[in-house]
Every structure is written in structure tokens, then in C-alpha cells.
């Protein structure tokens, strides 16, 4: 049985553009169904705005299922609002109650500049991704499937850290600004498959100093791991300073013998 | 449409090379704030076992006068006569102090990243869930440990706000004349406000060490299901141990314990 909520009041964020000045607008949505998902609310306050006549507001959003990494928001305060492991798509209406008020507001952080309105470009991501995130792979005919054996726990493992879908709730919820938690993930990713040995070291390296050219540090808060649609432990963020220490002495090493 | 405006974007290759400037080793390591948390870390484990073997060292005061004192004595004369009175200690002090340094320098230059990090805060109110007081208030916790640490070296070091500093006494059963330490630490905390900002700082201290100890495991890459499920209780244990050992210094002496 759906239920219907009543006397919902949006703060929502509204900025013109990248330098515009931005600040909070308030929209009332009269009655909405707790069967529809956070984007749907505004999907139905956008086509409210648009028949007034007025300018929907720009947000991201893009499979809707909670595996892309589109949608962002910060909603009362909490990356992708007050569920646990739920990206703002898969977010519901009866997650809320009636006559509440709820603030909307853009990602933060000088590495995501606000494009418009709710939405902000995380290209910082893909400088982080570019600088290492993948395996070299020789081409050539496909291999067969499984011909590399790896344990279920390593493979387990690894995909609890490749379930990282690059939404940047992580950034966004760090009192800090910092992509520890991101860059983590996709190294722990790669790291502790075999496919990802060859590049390791200098893998890290690169990745780590590339984020730390455009995001903030990590003062262990842990509000990371409790923002992430996909809870991914902060445990990565350990194993990459792990590994971060070992790059920096073995490149050392092997630079040494040039 | 308007090309959106990007944060500085570097070229679009899938295989962006990244070019760093050559350091020396340990520089390099430090201009990253992965390596700033290191130092943060190791020097914060320095200081760790700084403060516990200062509290543990401390306690003599429980045994008497003559104990306290000798103790301080055998730390002013360590290794002599290897080495000439004092230099030890000495020595140990320069460590510490540029541990201190270490600590400090690494914090400033991280809040300041972090500051640029963010330049623009969130316009409505945070709803923190995991981070607690302690982690939120370490950039406090610490100037005020810091300011007490100033404070308590003027105090009971060098004596500039202490008379009994550097008075002398002689020991029944002993030869030598020795500083009188436990006289110096009587009068302190016989002044009210001394002994109650004494107390305000080392709670502060125990604050700061409850998210310290448990952030080293993390940022020296100390991860492992083996004893990840006791970081925390070893922190809150560390810091319980230190606050407890050193509040009741002078609590003691205000009750008349010590004195």
C-alpha cells in the first residue's frame, strides 16, 4: 500500500552557473506518492517548475539503479541522504514523513566546481584514474576465462572495492575534501588481483599524488565509509598507505640501480 | 551550450604520464600528504611513549620526596659517567622537540590543504554520523596541549613561574645534595588555578590521544583482521591509562595525599 506524504518543503540549491552566487530556494511539493524515489520527487517539481514557466533545476542523474555513480545531493546534511549504502536514486519518499523540510545542496569541494545549480563536474576523478587506475593488458587473442587462479577471498575482496561506482559521496562527506576513500578502493582493486601486480607500486604512486594535487587529507573521520552507497570500508584507505610506504622504498631501490 | 568551466584539466589521454619534480628521498615523501600523515603518525608515537613513561616516571612521587627526586636525579645523570651530566637527557629533550616540530609543521600544512580542499563550506548544517568530538576537535585539543606544554615547561623545567625550582635538598641516608623536584611539584599544584588548567589539559590530551592512537593504525597502513577489532580499545585504553595517571598528580596534592 502506498501512502502519500504531504507539505514537503524543498531547500534546494540554486546557482547560475560555476561563478555565479548561489543560494537556497524553497519549493513546497503539496503531495507525493512514498513509493517514489528522491529523483522522482524532483523530477515531478521540475515538470511543476517547467508548466510555471520557470527553470527546472539541473541535477545529475543518469541509470537510476544505484551503479553508475551519476547522482550526488547532499540531503540534510548527509551524502546521498539518510539511508545507509543507498546511492540518492535508490533514496524513497518514506524515507521521509510529512510537512518535513528537507535541504538540498551541491557536492563541495574545490575539486567538484559546481556547474549548475545541484550538479558539479568530477572530472577530478578521472585525472586520479588516468594517472594509474588500470592494467596494462597485452593484446592479442582473449584469454580464456578463470586461466589465472585466484582465491575467493582475494576475488571477494577485490570486488568489495571495485564496487566503487566514482560518486564522490566520499569527498563530499569528508570534513576534509579528501578522495582517500575513492583512490583507495580502486587501488585496493587492483592490488589484490594478480592482473595488477605488474604496476603496483608505480600504480600508487602516481594515483596517490595526483590526488593530492586537487583534494584534501585524511584525518581518519571514517564519515566516508558512512556516505558510500557501496560501503566501502576505510580499511582500503590503510592498505593504500601501506602500499603508498612500499612504493616509495622499492621505487627508491630501483631507480638506485639505474 | 557553454563549454562547462573545469577544475585545471590535464590531457585526456587514458594514460596520463605524471610528472613530478625529483627530491631528495625523505622530502619527496613529505611533500604528500599520504607522507605527512606518516610523520603525523610516527612522531605522534614518539610522543605517545613520551607522556606514558612521564606519567609512569611520575608516580615516584607516591613513594616520597626522596624517591621522586632520586628519579629525577638518575634522569639528569643518565649514562654518566659515559656521558658528561645532563647531555642525555639533553639529547632525549632535542628528539622530543623536533618530534614536536614534526607534528605541528605536518598538522599546519595538512589543515591548510584541507582548507583549500573545501574553500567554499556547506551553506546548511552537517549531519555527521561517524565522526565524533574527538576527531572533530584534535586542531583544538592540540593548541591548547600545546600552550599547556609551554605552561608546564616554565613551570616545573625552568622554574620562571615556580620559586622552588631548582632548590636543592639532602636526602637522609645520602651524600649528595639533590634537586628538589617533589618540593617544586608541591607548590605547583598548591595553587589552585595551576592544578585545575593541569587537569582541563590532560583531559584535553586524553581527547586528543583517544583519536590519535586509533588514527596512527590507519595512517601508518597498520590495517589487519587480526587486531583491527582492538585499535580502538587500545586507544581508549592508552588514553584512560595517561589522563588517569597524571589527573591524579594533582588531585593528590589538593587532597593533602602529596605534600
Same mark, same amino acid.
Given at each position: 500500500?502506498?501512502?502519500?506524504?504531504?507539505?514537503?518543503?524543498?531547500?534546494?540549491?540554486?546557482?547560475?552557473?560555476?561563478?555565479?552566487?548561489?543560494?537556497?530556494?524553497?519549493?513546497?511539493?503539496?503531495?507525493?506518492?512514498?513509493?517514489?524515489?528522491?529523483?522522482?520527487?524532483?523530477?515531478?517539481?521540475?515538470?511543476?517548475?517547467?508548466?510555471?514557466?520557470?527553470?527546472?533545476?539541473?541535477?545529475?542523474?543518469?541509470?537510476?539503479?544505484?551503479?553508475?555513480?551519476?547522482?550526488?545531493?547532499?540531503?540534510?546534511?548527509?551524502?546521498?541522504?539518510?539511508?545507509?549504502?543507498?546511492?540518492?536514486?535508490?533514496?524513497?519518499?518514506?524515507?521521509?514523513?510529512?510537512?518535513?523540510?528537507?535541504?538540498?545542496?551541491?557536492?563541495?569541494?574545490?575539486?567538484?566546481?559546481?556547474?549548475?545549480?545541484?550538479?558539479?563536474?568530477?572530472?577530478?576523478?578521472?585525472?586520479?584514474?588516468?594517472?594509474?587506475?588500470?592494467?596494462?593488458?597485452?593484446?592479442?587473442?582473449?584469454?580464456?576465462?578463470?586461466?589465472?587462479?585466484?582465491?575467493?577471498?582475494?576475488?571477494?575482496?577485490?570486488?568489495?572495492?571495485?564496487?566503487?561506482?566514482?560518486?564522490?559521496?566520499?569527498?563530499?562527506?569528508?570534513?576534509?575534501?579528501?578522495?582517500?576513500?575513492?583512490?583507495?578502493?580502486?587501488?585496493?582493486?587492483?592490488?589484490?588481483?594478480?592482473?595488477?601486480?605488474?604496476?603496483?607500486?608505480?600504480?600508487?604512486?602516481?594515483?596517490?599524488?595526483?590526488?593530492?594535487?586537487?583534494?584534501?587529507?585524511?584525518?581518519?573521520?571514517?564519515?566516508?565509509?558512512?556516505?558510500?552507497?557501496?560501503?566501502?570500508?576505510?580499511?582500503?584507505?590503510?592498505?593504500?598507505?601501506?602500499?603508498?610506504?612500499?612504493?616509495?622504498?622499492?621505487?627508491?631501490?630501483?631507480?638506485?640501480?639505474? | 551550450?557553454?563549454?562547462?568551466?573545469?577544475?585545471?584539466?590535464?590531457?585526456?589521454?587514458?594514460?596520463?604520464?605524471?610528472?613530478?619534480?625529483?627530491?631528495?628521498?625523505?622530502?619527496?615523501?613529505?611533500?604528500?600528504?599520504?607522507?605527512?600523515?606518516?610523520?603525523?603518525?610516527?612522531?605522534?608515537?614518539?610522543?605517545?611513549?613520551?607522556?606514558?613513561?612521564?606519567?609512569?616516571?611520575?608516580?615516584?612521587?607516591?613513594?616520597?620526596?626522596?624517591?621522586?627526586?632520586?628519579?629525577?636525579?638518575?634522569?639528569?645523570?643518565?649514562?654518566? #659517567?659515559? =656521558?658528561?651530566?645532563?647531555? &642525555?637527557?639533553? $639529547? @632525549?629533550? +632535542?628528539?622530543?622537540?623536533?618530534?614536536?616540530?614534526?607534528?605541528?609543521?605536518?598538522?599546519?600544512?595538512?589543515?591548510?590543504?584541507?582548507?583549500?580542499?573545501?574553500?567554499?563550506?556547506?551553506?546548511?548544517?552537517?549531519?555527521?554520523?561517524?565522526?565524533?568530538?574527538?576527531?572533530?576537535?584534535?586542531?583544538?585539543?592540540?593548541?591548547?596541549?600545546?600552550?599547556?606544554?609551554?605552561?608546564?615547561?616554565?613551570?616545573?623545567?625552568?622554574?620562571?613561574?615556580?620559586?622552588?625550582?631548582?632548590?636543592?635538598?639532602?636526602?637522609?641516608?645520602?651524600?649528595?645534595?639533590?634537586?628538589?623536584?617533589?618540593?617544586?611539584?608541591?607548590?605547583?599544584?598548591?595553587?589552585? #588555578?595551576? =592544578?585545575?588548567?593541569?587537569? &582541563?589539559?590532560? $583531559? @584535553?590530551? +586524553?581527547?586528543?590521544?583517544?583519536?590519535?592512537?586509533?588514527?596512527?593504525?590507519?595512517?601508518?597502513?597498520?590495517?589487519?583482521?587480526?587486531?583491527?577489532?582492538?585499535?580502538?580499545?587500545?586507544?581508549?585504553?592508552?588514553?584512560?591509562?595517561?589522563?588517569?595517571?597524571?589527573?591524579?598528580?594533582?588531585?593528590?596534592?589538593?587532597?593533602?595525599?602529596?605534600?
Amino acid at each position: 500500500m502506498s501512502n502519500h506524504l504531504k507539505n514537503i518543503t524543498l531547500r534546494i540549491w540554486r546557482q547560475a552557473g560555476p561563478a555565479a552566487k548561489g543560494n537556497f530556494e524553497t519549493h513546497v511539493v503539496d503531495e507525493i506518492t512514498d513509493e517514489a524515489s528522491f529523483l522522482e520527487m524532483l523530477d515531478i517539481l521540475n515538470d511543476k517548475l517547467v508548466t510555471e514557466g520557470k527553470e527546472a533545476v539541473v541535477f545529475d542523474h543518469d541509470c537510476r539503479e544505484g551503479i553508475c555513480g551519476t547522482c550526488s545531493l547532499m540531503i540534510d546534511g548527509q551524502a546521498h541522504g539518510p539511508q545507509r549504502g543507498t546511492a540518492t536514486c535508490q533514496l524513497h519518499m518514506r524515507q521521509f514523513k510529512s510537512n518535513d523540510t528537507i535541504t538540498i545542496e551541491p557536492w563541495r569541494a574545490s575539486a567538484f566546481p559546481i556547474i549548475k545549480d545541484l550538479m558539479v563536474d568530477r572530472s577530478a576523478f578521472d585525472r586520479i584514474i588516468e594517472s594509474g587506475g588500470y592494467i596494462t593488458a597485452d593484446t592479442g587473442g582473449a584469454p580464456d576465462a578463470n586461466l589465472i587462479p585466484i582465491s575467493k577471498i582475494v576475488a571477494d575482496a577485490a570486488m568489495d572495492s571495485a564496487a566503487c561506482i566514482g560518486c564522490g559521496a566520499c569527498v563530499a562527506a569528508c570534513p576534509n575534501g579528501a578522495a582517500n576513500l575513492f583512490t583507495g578502493a580502486k587501488i585496493a582493486h587492483l592490488s589484490r588481483l594478480p592482473q595488477g601486480q605488474a604496476e603496483r607500486y608505480s600504480r600508487v604512486e602516481a594515483m596517490v599524488e595526483t590526488m593530492d594535487e586537487r583534494f584534501g587529507s585524511c584525518t581518519n573521520h571514517g564519515e566516508c565509509e558512512a556516505a558510500c552507497p557501496k560501503e566501502i570500508s576505510i580499511d582500503v584507505i590503510a592498505l593504500m598507505n601501506k602500499d603508498f610506504r612500499k612504493a616509495k622504498f622499492s621505487n627508491r631501490k630501483d631507480l638506485a640501480r639505474k | 551550450m557553454a563549454q562547462a568551466v573545469t577544475s585545471q584539466r590535464g590531457p585526456v589521454t587514458g594514460t596520463a604520464t605524471h610528472k613530478r619534480k625529483k627530491r631528495p628521498f625523505l622530502l619527496d615523501l613529505y611533500s604528500t600528504a599520504v607522507g605527512k600523515k606518516y610523520v603525523m603518525g610516527i612522531t605522534g608515537i614518539a610522543m605517545m611513549g613520551f607522556v606514558l613513561f612521564h606519567m609512569i616516571g611520575n608516580l615516584k612521587m607516591y613513594m616520597g620526596a626522596a624517591d621522586l627526586d632520586h628519579y629525577a636525579h638518575f634522569l639528569q645523570t643518565l649514562l654518566y #659517567p659515559l =656521558a658528561p651530566k645532563g647531555w &642525555v637527557l639533553w $639529547i @632525549l629533550r +632535542g628528539g622530543l622537540i623536533s618530534m614536536l616540530f614534526l607534528h605541528l609543521h605536518a598538522a599546519w600544512s595538512l589543515t591548510r590543504l584541507n582548507r583549500h580542499a573545501r574553500p567554499v563550506k556547506y551553506q546548511s548544517k552537517r549531519d555527521y554520523q561517524i565522526a565524533n568530538f574527538a576527531s572533530r576537535t584534535m586542531r583544538w585539543s592540540g593548541i591548547i596541549v600545546l600552550a599547556f606544554l609551554v605552561w608546564h615547561l616554565l613551570d616545573l623545567t625552568f622554574g620562571v613561574v615556580n620559586s622552588h625550582v631548582g632548590e636543592m635538598i639532602t636526602h637522609s641516608g645520602d651524600e649528595e645534595s639533590v634537586k628538589s623536584v617533589y618540593a617544586s611539584v608541591v607548590h605547583s599544584f598548591d595553587r589552585t #588555578p595551576v =592544578a585545575l588548567f593541569y587537569v &582541563v589539559a590532560n $583531559i @584535553l590530551l +586524553g581527547i586528543h590521544l583517544f583519536h590519535g592512537t586509533w588514527s596512527i593504525f590507519q595512517s601508518l597502513g597498520w590495517n589487519n583482521p587480526r587486531f583491527n577489532t582492538w585499535r580502538r580499545g587500545f586507544a581508549t585504553g592508552f588514553a584512560a591509562i595517561v589522563v588517569l595517571g597524571n589527573v591524579s598528580f594533582p588531585i593528590a596534592v589538593m587532597a593533602g595525599i602529596v605534600g
